[in-house]
């Protein structure tokens, strides 16, 4: 199973910030849309990863106040990424590695979406439990064996 599985099922919706952005704005962005991530871009290029996890440190390092802290400030400037054709084991695997919680997918400079590691634990359940039940079935479809003993 490939990325482009995992964001065929997703969609395709896309929420981004600039680095210059007030990351009280961002906060806030994530909370209405109910999301745990916004890709930093400017002048088309990806240059960021944004989650609550960042929000969280800049917010604590301010002594618990956002203030006018600007995005540029809290973001993860060398995100981990993907493309749309890496494997899901391989997504899997770098995640775990990185703790990285929300991966961009990036083609070339064109960014497809973001996978989050419950988009890869879903997609790898779904895949078990499918697999599952196809064996299921072939059990139960089992030929009888032939009770002729041999001569």
């Not at 909370?31 to 930093?40: C, E, N, P, T, Y």
């Amino acid at each position: 199973m490939k990325v482009i599985d995992i964001l065929r099922v997703k969609g395709s919706t896309l929420y981004t910030v600039t680095p210059d952005e007030p990351l009280v704005h961002a906060a806030e962005v994530m909370a209405d849309k109910d999301i745990g991530s916004l890709v930093v871009m400017e002048h088309g290029d990806l240059v960021g990863m944004l989650t609550f996890r960042e929000v969280i440190r800049q917010t604590v390092k301010n002594g618990g106040v956002i203030g006018t802290t600007v995005v540029r400030t809290a973001m993860d400037d060398a995100p981990l990424t993907c493309t749309s054709e890496t494997e899901l084991d391989e997504v899997r695997r770098m995640m775990l590695e990185r703790h990285a919680r929300y991966m961009p997918v990036m083609n070339q400079r064109m960014l497809m979406g973001v996978i989050s590691f419950y988009d890869v634990a879903k997609a790898v359940v779904d895949s078990q439990n499918f697999e599952n039940k196809m064996l299921k079935a072939y059990i139960r479809d089992w030929p009888a064996e032939d009770e002729t003993p041999a001569a």
